[in-house]
């Protein structure tokens, strides 16, 4: 794993982090406003835009027809 992807993943687990503090927040309360609700709306997008990142990340790299670096 190249070092940019190993920076991306740290960085990737911070975020997550941070979500989940923040999602701790917001379920200590039982009443949210609208703009706590779009938050948290937002935190989940998030998390699966964070997760597809990291799908990605990990896929094993298909050989691309006429790609010269991946000659097959």
């Given at each position: 794993?190249?070092?940019f ?16 503090r ?18 948290d ?24 027809p ?7």
């Amino acid at each position: 794993m190249d070092a940019f992807t190993q920076q991306r993943i740290l960085s990737l687990r911070d975020e997550i982090a941070s979500i989940q503090r923040q999602n701790s927040r917001y379920r200590l309360d039982k009443a949210h406003n609208q703009i706590e609700m779009m938050q948290d709306e937002a935190r989940k997008y998030r998390l699966l835009a964070i997760r597809e990142e990291l799908r990605i990340m990990i896929a094993p790299q298909r050989a691309v027809p006429g790609d010269k670096a991946h000659p097959g």
